[in-house]
């Protein structure tokens, strides 16, 4: 069975400055997908960025951005020049590409932000 | 655009109640999910559908029950609560697979 580890429950950063969290996971398949999500204060999960395990270039969303080693089977996710905003639980998650719709969730890790 | 809408926001139950959460969304999306998220953890798949009329069971299915009639509402009906129903749950929608999903504002459940 699939597993997703993230091994730091909590994180800080200062404002303006780069924080890399990690993200590992434990598969025999070889095609998937693996999604960081943010989850602020107000409770809604929303998609910070995606990566398919196909692609070898890393996955780039304006200032996020993963670092992706699939022999490693590593997924993590860099925010860089950190915003107040960016204060989150960060879930990392798997998921298989065949036709099975379960998510695999990590703990998550609680990133702070100080001014 | 209102998205995915999960009623209530909050609910106190006692053991043996029962009650249904509701979501609705207006994306048109076939995928809908049931998740719930305890403290300190991921989250966990309860039920998910694949459209109208059509529902599955997830990773913890257990002392619950989903319906879909429409493809915009896909209640959760908890039969019986239980003081480990006790958590957050979330409804979420998905437009095709590997979309993204979009989530809604939860639902806090605490059974006493």
């Known amino acids: 069975a699939q597993t997703v580890t993230q091994s730091q429950p909590e994180m800080s950063v200062q404002e303006a400055e780069t924080v890399t969290l990690s993200c590992t996971y434990d598969?025999?398949?070889?095609?998937?997908?693996l999604f960081w999500y943010k989850q602020p204060p107000s409770r809604q999960m929303i998609l910070v960025i995606r990566q398919e395990a196909y692609k070898q270039q890393n996955a780039t969303e304006n200032r996020f951005s993963v670092n992706f080693q699939k022999a490693a089977k590593s997924f993590s996710l860099k925010i860089s020049d950190s915003q107040l905003g960016d204060a989150a639980m960060y879930f990392c998650a798997y998921r298989s590409a065949g036709n099975n719709r379960k998510l695999i969730w990590g703990l998550g890790t609680s990133l702070a932000v100080n001014p | 655009n209102a998205g995915v809408t999960q009623t209530p926001k909050f609910r106190i139950l006692k053991i043996g109640q029962s009650m249904t959460l509701q979501c609705t969304q207006d994306?048109?999306?076939?995928?809908m999910y049931w998740y719930r998220q305890d403290p300190g953890m991921g989250l966990k798949l309860i039920y998910y559908s694949v459209g109208a009329g059509i529902t599955d069971k997830g990773e913890v299915p257990n002392g619950y029950n989903v319906s879909r009639s429409t493809t915009e509402d896909f209640p959760l009906r908890l039969e019986l609560a239980a003081p480990s129903q006790t958590s957050v749950y979330f409804c979420?929608?998905?437009?095709?697979?590997?979309?993204?999903?979009?989530f809604g504002n939860g639902t806090r459940l605490t059974v006493t």
């Open positions: 598969t025999s398949e070889s095609d998937y997908y």
């Open positions: 979420a929608t998905e437009r095709s697979y590997n979309s993204p999903l979009h």
């Open positions: 994306m048109n999306h076939n995928y």
